[in-house]
């Protein structure tokens, strides 16, 4: 099962609200997780069973979707937003990851 | 808060085998809860599941690397580990230990620095 995340790069401002997408290449039910990562850091969940919002995770994060299409949304973005998030499948093994969506100061 | 922490060399030559090992503090290997797994990312290849340990010591490989790949767990310890034979160029990324915790809906909720491992002469 491959994940291919739109767009790859983003431009925005503080405060926008923004949508990142992930379609899998067949279904996956909602066996789909988000996760943060920072420049030098690891990753970081976000989002499991496409959308319940993991413990500690601002409410401005959300996600939906389900089978083929999902969708990140993040309503207000504050500066800290600003790195690279990735999509990651659960539903067979190997489990894979999107290639990454970057967002940056507009 | 579990912690883990990658250990092992940074730098390998090719064709020989890297060791990593991942140590587990605040919480137990022996949970039933948790698979330990093995992830890395390169500029090349982005995030690339390797594989994982369940409690009762079965592994699962990713099917791409499941011939140089073993990954074992010492419960003594608390910690599990990675070995990968005959290494290339292609396997230098930053390789991180994980969590998966296992639920209706599975997810790597807890993940190690991650340890830069280079492969050259």
């Known amino acids: 099962i491959q994940l291919t995340q739109s767009p790859s790069f983003l431009s925005a401002s503080v405060g926008d609200r923004v949508t990142i997408t992930c379609r899998a290449s067949?279904?996956?039910?909602?066996?789909l997780g988000w996760y943060q990562q920072k420049p030098g850091k690891a990753p970081t969940l976000l989002i499991y069973?496409?959308?319940t919002v993991q413990s500690g995770v601002p409410s401005r994060f959300s996600g939906s979707g389900s089978g083929t299409e999902f969708t990140l949304t993040i309503s207000s973005l504050q500066p800290e937003d600003f790195v690279t998030y990735y999509c990651?499948?659960?539903?067979?093994?190997?489990?894979?990851f999107g290639q990454g969506t970057r967002l940056d100061f507009k | 808060q579990v912690q883990l922490q990658e250990s092992g060399p940074g730098l390998v030559k090719p064709s020989e085998t890297l060791y990593l090992t991942c140590i587990v503090s605040?919480?137990?290997?022996?949970?039933?809860?948790?698979?330990w797994t093995w992830i890395r990312q390169s500029a090349e290849k982005g995030l690339e599941w390797i594989g994982r340990i369940s409690t009762s010591g079965s592994p699962n490989y990713s099917p791409s690397l499941e011939s140089r790949v073993t990954i074992t767990k010492d419960m003594s310890k608390n910690q599990f580990s990675l070995t990968l034979s005959s290494v290339t160029a292609a396997d230098t990324a930053i390789y991180y230990c994980?969590?998966?915790?296992?639920?209706?809906?599975?997810?790597?909720?807890?993940w190690g620095q991650g340890i830069l491992v280079t492969v050259s002469s």
């Open positions: 069973g496409a959308s």
């Open positions: 605040s919480g137990s290997i022996r949970s039933g809860t948790y698979y």
């Open positions: 994980v969590r998966e915790f296992l639920g209706p809906y599975n997810y790597f909720d807890s």
């Open positions: 067949q279904g996956i039910r909602s066996y």
């Open positions: 990651q499948h659960l539903n067979s093994y190997p489990p894979a």
